[in-house]
Protein backbone atom coordinates (compact mmCIF):
# COMPACT_ATOMS: atom_id res chain seq x y z
CA UNK A 1 0.00 0.00 0.00
CA UNK A 2 1.35 3.77 -0.78
CA UNK A 3 2.28 5.68 2.34
CA UNK A 4 3.41 9.31 2.50
CA UNK A 5 5.83 10.82 4.90
CA UNK A 6 6.55 14.35 6.16
CA UNK A 7 9.23 15.78 8.11
CA UNK A 8 9.58 17.53 10.37
CA UNK A 9 6.08 17.07 12.41
CA UNK A 10 6.67 20.78 13.94
CA UNK A 11 9.55 23.25 13.48
CA UNK A 12 10.26 26.70 14.81
CA UNK A 13 12.82 28.96 12.95
CA UNK A 14 13.83 32.40 13.26
CA UNK A 15 13.15 34.78 10.98
CA UNK A 16 16.27 34.80 8.27
CA UNK A 17 17.17 31.26 8.90
CA UNK A 18 16.50 28.95 6.22
CA UNK A 19 14.21 25.99 5.98
CA UNK A 20 13.96 22.20 4.20
CA UNK A 21 10.71 20.24 4.42
CA UNK A 22 10.84 17.11 3.08
CA UNK A 23 7.78 14.75 1.79
CA UNK A 24 8.40 11.35 0.37
CA UNK A 25 5.66 8.80 -0.82
CA UNK A 26 6.30 4.73 -0.64
CA UNK A 27 4.42 2.39 -2.81
CA UNK A 28 4.13 3.94 -5.93
CA UNK A 29 5.78 5.43 -8.98
CA UNK A 30 5.83 8.59 -10.65
CA UNK A 31 3.40 10.34 -8.81
CA UNK A 32 2.31 13.84 -9.33
CA UNK A 33 3.03 16.10 -6.25
CA UNK A 34 2.23 18.69 -4.72
CA UNK A 35 2.88 21.25 -1.58
CA UNK A 36 0.43 22.97 0.07
CA UNK A 37 0.16 25.80 2.85
CA UNK A 38 -2.79 25.75 4.89
CA UNK A 39 -3.53 29.68 7.03
CA UNK A 40 -4.96 29.05 10.28
CA UNK A 41 -8.56 27.76 9.81
CA UNK A 42 -8.69 28.53 6.14
CA UNK A 43 -8.26 26.26 2.82
CA UNK A 44 -5.65 25.12 1.52
CA UNK A 45 -2.73 26.90 -1.05
CA UNK A 46 -1.09 24.99 -3.64
CA UNK A 47 1.95 26.34 -3.61
CA UNK A 48 4.13 23.73 -6.46
CA UNK A 49 3.41 20.89 -7.97
CA UNK A 50 5.98 18.12 -10.03
CA UNK A 51 4.77 15.95 -12.49
CA UNK A 52 8.08 14.29 -12.74
CA UNK A 53 11.68 14.63 -11.40
CA UNK A 54 13.34 18.03 -11.54
CA UNK A 55 9.91 19.28 -13.14
CA UNK A 56 8.55 22.02 -10.66
CA UNK A 57 5.95 24.36 -11.31
CA UNK A 58 4.93 27.24 -8.68
CA UNK A 59 1.71 28.05 -8.39
CA UNK A 60 2.39 31.74 -6.47
CA UNK A 61 5.12 34.02 -5.87
CA UNK A 62 7.13 34.00 -2.36
CA UNK A 63 9.77 33.22 -0.78
CA UNK A 64 9.82 29.44 -1.27
CA UNK A 65 11.06 26.92 -3.20
CA UNK A 66 10.58 23.14 -4.78
CA UNK A 67 13.14 20.44 -5.95
CA UNK A 68 12.06 16.63 -6.83
CA UNK A 69 15.69 15.03 -6.70
CA UNK A 70 14.03 11.43 -6.81
CA UNK A 71 10.96 10.50 -8.17
CA UNK A 72 9.20 10.09 -4.62
CA UNK A 73 10.96 13.01 -2.55
CA UNK A 74 9.42 16.28 -2.97
CA UNK A 75 11.35 18.99 -0.92
CA UNK A 76 10.24 22.63 0.43
CA UNK A 77 12.92 24.95 0.77
CA UNK A 78 13.33 28.72 1.75
CA UNK A 79 16.70 30.44 2.02
CA UNK A 80 15.72 32.94 4.35
CA UNK A 81 12.28 32.93 6.63
CA UNK A 82 9.75 35.53 7.06
CA UNK A 83 7.05 35.83 9.88
CA UNK A 84 4.57 35.34 6.94
CA UNK A 85 5.76 31.74 5.53
CA UNK A 86 4.46 30.24 9.04
CA UNK A 87 1.84 28.31 8.43
CA UNK A 88 0.41 24.50 7.93
CA UNK A 89 2.60 22.82 5.42
CA UNK A 90 0.81 19.76 3.56
CA UNK A 91 2.66 17.68 1.04
CA UNK A 92 0.07 15.43 -1.43
CA UNK A 93 0.94 13.01 -4.27
CA UNK A 94 -1.66 11.47 -7.14
CA UNK A 95 -1.27 8.71 -9.08
CA UNK A 96 -1.27 8.68 -12.51
CA UNK A 97 -5.13 8.03 -14.19
CA UNK A 98 -6.83 9.60 -11.15
CA UNK A 99 -8.14 12.23 -9.38
CA UNK A 100 -7.84 11.78 -5.79
CA UNK A 101 -5.06 13.38 -3.83
CA UNK A 102 -3.65 11.82 -0.14
CA UNK A 103 -2.20 13.62 1.94
CA UNK A 104 0.66 13.76 4.63
CA UNK A 105 0.65 14.72 7.94
CA UNK A 106 1.73 17.90 7.55
CA UNK A 107 4.80 19.78 9.02
CA UNK A 108 3.65 22.80 11.64
CA UNK A 109 5.97 25.75 10.96
CA UNK A 110 6.06 28.80 13.29
CA UNK A 111 8.91 31.50 12.28
CA UNK A 112 9.49 34.16 14.97
CA UNK B 1 -7.66 32.18 -5.84
CA UNK B 2 -9.64 30.15 -3.69
CA UNK B 3 -12.81 28.19 -6.20
CA UNK B 4 -14.57 26.72 -3.55
CA UNK B 5 -16.93 28.43 -1.17
CA UNK B 6 -18.48 26.57 1.43
CA UNK B 7 -21.34 26.94 3.55
CA UNK B 8 -21.78 26.97 6.38
CA UNK B 9 -18.62 28.05 8.16
CA UNK B 10 -19.42 25.76 10.97
CA UNK B 11 -22.39 24.11 12.22
CA UNK B 12 -22.41 22.43 15.08
CA UNK B 13 -25.36 19.71 15.93
CA UNK B 14 -26.38 16.50 18.19
CA UNK B 15 -25.10 12.99 17.19
CA UNK B 16 -27.71 11.02 15.58
CA UNK B 17 -28.56 14.15 13.45
CA UNK B 18 -27.65 14.49 9.48
CA UNK B 19 -25.36 17.36 7.98
CA UNK B 20 -25.21 19.19 4.96
CA UNK B 21 -22.92 21.11 3.36
CA UNK B 22 -22.88 23.51 0.49
CA UNK B 23 -19.84 24.46 -1.99
CA UNK B 24 -19.81 26.91 -4.64
CA UNK B 25 -17.25 27.07 -7.80
CA UNK B 26 -17.03 29.44 -10.67
CA UNK B 27 -15.12 27.54 -13.36
CA UNK B 28 -15.77 24.47 -15.51
CA UNK B 29 -14.65 21.47 -13.89
CA UNK B 30 -14.35 17.83 -14.48
CA UNK B 31 -14.71 16.74 -10.86
CA UNK B 32 -15.81 17.60 -7.61
CA UNK B 33 -14.14 16.27 -4.41
CA UNK B 34 -14.46 16.16 -0.57
CA UNK B 35 -12.08 15.68 1.88
CA UNK B 36 -11.44 15.50 5.82
CA UNK B 37 -9.41 17.08 8.22
CA UNK B 38 -9.30 15.93 11.64
CA UNK B 39 -7.47 18.96 13.87
CA UNK B 40 -3.63 19.40 12.96
CA UNK B 41 -3.91 16.18 10.54
CA UNK B 42 -3.70 15.91 7.16
CA UNK B 43 -6.55 15.87 4.77
CA UNK B 44 -8.23 12.32 3.88
CA UNK B 45 -10.21 12.19 0.55
CA UNK B 46 -14.07 10.87 1.44
CA UNK B 47 -15.94 10.65 -2.20
CA UNK B 48 -15.21 11.89 -5.35
CA UNK B 49 -18.33 12.80 -8.15
CA UNK B 50 -16.95 13.47 -11.78
CA UNK B 51 -19.28 16.37 -13.69
CA UNK B 52 -21.57 13.96 -15.46
CA UNK B 53 -23.03 12.41 -12.46
CA UNK B 54 -25.56 14.39 -10.49
CA UNK B 55 -25.37 12.09 -7.13
CA UNK B 56 -23.19 9.50 -5.34
CA UNK B 57 -23.05 7.70 -2.29
CA UNK B 58 -20.54 6.11 0.31
CA UNK B 59 -21.80 4.58 3.18
CA UNK B 60 -23.37 7.69 5.13
CA UNK B 61 -22.10 10.41 2.61
CA UNK B 62 -24.22 11.27 -0.14
CA UNK B 63 -22.54 13.80 -2.76
CA UNK B 64 -24.44 15.77 -5.05
CA UNK B 65 -23.44 17.88 -7.71
CA UNK B 66 -25.46 20.22 -9.58
CA UNK B 67 -23.24 21.84 -12.64
CA UNK B 68 -25.70 23.99 -13.73
CA UNK B 69 -25.54 26.16 -10.67
CA UNK B 70 -21.88 25.45 -9.97
CA UNK B 71 -22.46 23.54 -6.35
CA UNK B 72 -22.38 20.74 -4.61
CA UNK B 73 -23.74 19.69 -1.29
CA UNK B 74 -22.42 16.98 0.97
CA UNK B 75 -24.66 14.85 3.72
CA UNK B 76 -23.48 13.12 6.37
CA UNK B 77 -26.82 10.76 7.80
CA UNK B 78 -26.63 9.80 11.53
CA UNK B 79 -23.71 11.65 12.52
CA UNK B 80 -21.23 10.73 15.00
CA UNK B 81 -19.20 12.37 17.51
CA UNK B 82 -16.03 11.01 15.71
CA UNK B 83 -17.11 13.00 12.20
CA UNK B 84 -16.14 16.27 14.19
CA UNK B 85 -13.67 17.65 11.76
CA UNK B 86 -13.52 20.13 8.76
CA UNK B 87 -14.57 19.40 5.59
CA UNK B 88 -13.48 20.91 2.20
CA UNK B 89 -14.51 20.63 -1.31
CA UNK B 90 -12.04 20.89 -3.86
CA UNK B 91 -12.87 21.09 -7.37
CA UNK B 92 -10.38 19.73 -10.68
CA UNK B 93 -10.59 21.21 -14.12
CA UNK B 94 -9.93 19.62 -17.50
CA UNK B 95 -7.14 22.34 -17.98
CA UNK B 96 -6.97 24.85 -21.02
CA UNK B 97 -7.25 24.43 -24.43
CA UNK B 98 -7.41 20.69 -24.59
CA UNK B 99 -4.26 20.68 -22.39
CA UNK B 100 -3.74 18.94 -18.70
CA UNK B 101 -4.39 20.87 -15.55
CA UNK B 102 -2.11 17.95 -13.99
CA UNK B 103 -4.69 16.89 -11.29
CA UNK B 104 -4.46 20.22 -9.62
CA UNK B 105 -7.29 20.76 -7.21
CA UNK B 106 -8.62 24.10 -5.80
CA UNK B 107 -10.05 23.70 -2.67
CA UNK B 108 -12.56 25.96 -0.15
CA UNK B 109 -12.78 27.47 2.68
CA UNK B 110 -14.51 24.66 4.46
CA UNK B 111 -16.85 23.72 7.10
CA UNK B 112 -15.95 22.92 10.38
CA UNK B 113 -18.65 20.64 11.84
CA UNK B 114 -18.92 19.92 15.24
CA UNK B 115 -21.14 16.90 16.26
CA UNK B 116 -22.08 16.69 20.40
CA UNK B 117 -22.76 13.43 21.68
Known amino acids: SQTIHQWPATLVQPVGSPLSLECTVE??????LYWYRQAAGRGLQLLFY??????ISSEVPQNLSASRPQDRQFILSSKKLLLSDSGFYLC???????????FGPGTRLTVT | SQQGEEDPQALSIQEGENATMNCSYK?????LQWYRQNSGRGLVHLIL?????REKHSGRLRVTLDTSKKSSSLLITASRAADTASYFC?????????????????FGQGTILTVHP
Open chain 1, 27 to 32: GTSNPN
Open chain 1, 50 to 55: SVGIGQ
Open chain 1, 92 to 102: AWKGQGGYEQY
Open chain 2, 90 to 106: ATGSSGIAGGTSYGKLT
Open chain 2, 49 to 53: IRSNE
Open chain 2, 27 to 31: TSINN
